[in-house]
């Protein structure tokens, strides 16, 4: 990512102000959390972190990154908030050239947000057993955002083929996203459990 990157994350969060304000975690992490053997998670794109803290408050150790301060504040006030701050480590990142260490998982986590090469990165992150959920926008006729950049959205069963590799899915599913979102979008989600290196 590139300060124009930068800049326009900052702007999206200006702009879209409700997106700073506390939100209930993603469903298919709270349905699928148990799956999970470890306490050290990885939370990518964090933003304004509704999954960042649920993950604290069970009791898991976090790295969360994104790449705007506006969204990374919000998140420092909640986790203030909540006395949550000593489990999480928030992190500033540009996350093209964010360098994941191997074997350093037991969960990742991709919400909203769509990098085909970060996830082939985090992936490695993952210890064996490791589960890494990915859950973003699709593309699909119904989606209500029409200029969504195509670049950006899953084409049917792609996270199928992405944890085709040494990693078993434990659960697949394309849905309608939350109604609090801004945009009726169709998504995908996948909950994949590495299974070796």
């Given at each position: 990512m590139s300060l124009?990157?930068?800049?326009?994350?900052?702007?999206?969060?200006?702009?879209k102000s409700q997106l700073l304000k506390?939100?209930?975690?993603?469903?298919?992490?709270?349905?699928?959390?148990?799956?999970?053997?470890?306490?050290?998670?990885?939370?990518l794109a964090c933003g304004a972190g509704r999954n960042t803290v649920y993950l604290a408050q069970n009791g898991f150790k976090v790295d969360a990154l994104d790449i705007a301060q506006i969204a990374l504040d919000a998140l420092?006030?909640?986790?203030?908030?909540?006395?949550?701050?000593?489990?999480?480590?928030?992190?500033?990142?540009?996350?093209?050239?964010?360098?994941?260490?191997?074997?350093?998982?037991?969960?990742?986590?991709?919400?909203?947000?769509?990098?085909?090469?970060?996830?082939?990165?985090a992936k490695q992150s993952l210890s064996v057993n490791g589960i890494f959920i990915v859950e973003?926008?699709?593309?699909?006729?119904?989606?209500?955002?029409?200029?969504?950049?195509?670049?950006?959205?899953?084409?049917?069963?792609?996270?199928?083929?992405?944890?085709n590799d040494g990693y078993e899915i434990l659960f697949y599913d394309e849905y309608d996203n939350e109604p609090h979102e801004i945009y009726q979008m169709k998504k995908q989600v996948i909950v994949a459990k590495k299974i070796r290196q």
């Open positions: 124009q990157d930068k800049q326009k994350w900052d702007e999206k969060y200006i702009k506390p939100r209930k975690p993603s469903i298919n992490l709270v349905n699928h959390l148990d799956k999970c053997s470890g306490k050290r998670a990885l939370d420092h006030v909640e986790l203030k908030n909540e006395n949550l701050l000593e489990k999480v480590n928030i992190k500033l990142t540009d996350l093209d050239k964010f360098e994941i260490q191997k074997d350093s998982y037991d969960l990742a986590l991709m919400c909203n947000f769509l990098d085909r090469e970060l996830i082939q990165k973003t926008y699709m593309i699909d006729e119904s989606n209500e955002k029409k200029d969504s950049n195509q670049d950006y959205l899953l084409k049917e069963d792609e996270l199928k083929q992405i944890f």
